[in-house]
């Protein structure tokens, strides 16, 4: 009976070897906790960023300043030139788009209601309660970063709305983020540079 407790402690102690530091298997996930724990206590953010929205037929890339605060979400435009200057502003689930008195709705990517104008509060929203089904360290170009994917627990992968994000390892900056539907990206955002407050 002895013998066989031996080469049982023996067996997983080769498995738990085999699969690395029980640390490192979990540092990703503990790290995406505390994570969470930064951004629920924030107010909001502000960042400057370049954005892709993809509507399938047609594809827009613009750069933006950004800034979250209060329920409002306020993005200007810096790049392409041809739209620099124009405002769009987010209260709620109501976007527009401000120029020189002019005021444009902002299309919708899918039936609840994300547009490129709600695409840093979705982030926000996922990184502060989204459903963690998986998070790992990756090289994000020359930074360490913690790339942390949510979705809904009940939809099969590949289904729904699927957020993925990247944050820098060392400061818990965002640096990237991008948001599908049913498979495909329909939002990209590179953070140039990003505050949480």
Do not use: K, N
Not at 34 to 52: H, N
Not at 67 to 77: D, K
């Amino acid at each position: 009976m002895r013998r066989s407790r031996v080469i049982c402690v023996l067996m997983i102690t080769l498995l738990l070897t085999a699969c690395g530091p029980v640390g490192e298997e979990h540092g990703p996930l503990e790290q995406a906790l505390a994570l969470r724990g930064e951004y629920l206590a924030s107010e909001g953010c502000t960042a400057e960023m370049e954005v892709t929205a993809d509507y399938g037929q047609r594809v827009y890339t613009y750069t933006v300043a950004v800034t979250v605060f209060g329920g409002q979400t306020t993005l200007r435009v810096i790049a392409p030139e041809e739209v620099a200057g124009f405002t769009a502003r987010l209260d709620g689930t109501q976007g527009s788009i401000e120029y020189d008195s002019a005021v444009l709705e902002t299309g919708e990517l899918s039936p609840d209601g994300l547009t490129p104008l709600s695409a840093v509060p979705a982030l926000l929203e996922a990184a502060r309660s989204g459903f963690i089904g998986g998070c790992t360290r990756e090289m994000l170009g020359e930074r360490t970063a913690l790339r942390v994917q949510c979705h809904d627990p009940a939809a099969e992968p590949g289904t729904g709305r699927e957020t993925t994000l990247w944050f820098d390892a060392d400061s818990h900056v965002l640096l990237r983020g991008e948001i599908s539907l049913d498979g495909r990206r329909v939002i990209t955002c590179e953070f140039l540079e990003f505050i949480l407050s």
